[in-house]
């Protein structure tokens, strides 16, 4: 089974600055997606960011980008200029890329969240 | 708008007292899921539903039973609640296959006494 696991519980940021979040996932498959979730105070799950594991280019959004090492299994998300909207929980989720075999393949694995607060 | 809707948002109910969480989505997609997110957890997959009429248990599904009778939407039941199934609960749904993203719904906090 997919695990992954985010060891950052909470983190702080300055406003303007930039902000990296850690994210590791342990699978023995080789086609796979990654996600970074937002959960803001609403409680809403937004996509933040996602990167399919046959892409070596690193997927950005604004000022979001991630740096995805595949052979280290790693997966951070950077936030740059960082602004108080960006204070939420963050999830990083691993989806299997097999086709649906009845096992379940397009479940999301979530990590257990780093919370994120900016400083003004 | 493109969406997933769940009702209520919040509910409080005692315990053993039969519910149903709606959830429903204007995207056509054929995946839909449910999730239940508790502290120090993260988010935990109950049930989902490849198409209508297909359904399958995630990682915690005890406790809960879910129908697919068309295909905009993936109610959750819970039979018979219990304390331990106070919750933050998640619907999402998807194209699946080859397209990977999934979209979630508002929540809903359920609390059993």
């Known amino acids: 089974a997919q695990t992954v696991t985010q060891s950052q519980p909470e983190m702080s940021v300055q406003e303007a600055e930039t902000v990296t979040l850690s994210c590791t996932y342990d699978?023995?498959?080789?086609?796979?997606?990654l996600f970074w979730y937002k959960q803001p105070p609403s409680r809403q799950m937004i996509l933040v960011i996602r990167?399919?594991?046959?892409?070596?280019q690193n997927a950005t959004e604004n000022r979001f980008s991630v740096n995805f090492q595949k052979a280290a299994k790693s997966f951070s998300l950077k936030i740059s200029d960082s602004q108080l909207g960006d204070a939420a929980m963050y999830f990083c989720?691993?989806?299997?890329?097999?086709?649906?075999?009845?096992?379940?393949?397009?479940?999301?694995?979530f990590g257990k969240g780093t919370k994120l607060s900016v400083i003004p | 708008e493109a969406q997933v809707t769940q009702n209520p948002r919040y509910l409080i109910t005692v315990t053993g007292k039969k519910l149903t969480v709606t959830c429903s989505q204007n995207?056509?997609?054929?995946?839909m899921s449910w999730y239940r997110q508790d502290p120090g957890l993260g988010l935990r997959q109950i049930y989902y539903?490849?198409?209508?009429?297909?359904?399958d248990k995630g990682d915690v599904p005890e406790g809960y039973k879910v129908s697919r009778k068309e295909k905009r939407n993936f109610p959750l039941i819970l039979e018979s609640p219990s304390p331990n199934q106070t919750s933050l609960y998640f619907c999402?749904?998807?194209?699946?296959?080859?397209?990977?993203?999934?979209?979630f719904g508002p929540g809903t906090r359920l609390t059993v006494t």
């Open positions: 539903s490849m198409n209508v009429e297909v359904t």
């Open positions: 990167q399919e594991a046959y892409k070596q």
């Open positions: 699978t023995s498959e080789s086609d796979y997606y």
């Open positions: 995207m056509n997609h054929e995946y």
């Open positions: 999402a749904s998807g194209i699946g296959g080859g397209r990977s993203e999934q979209y």
């Open positions: 989720a691993y989806r299997s890329g097999l086709p649906y075999s009845g096992a379940g393949s397009y479940q999301l694995t």
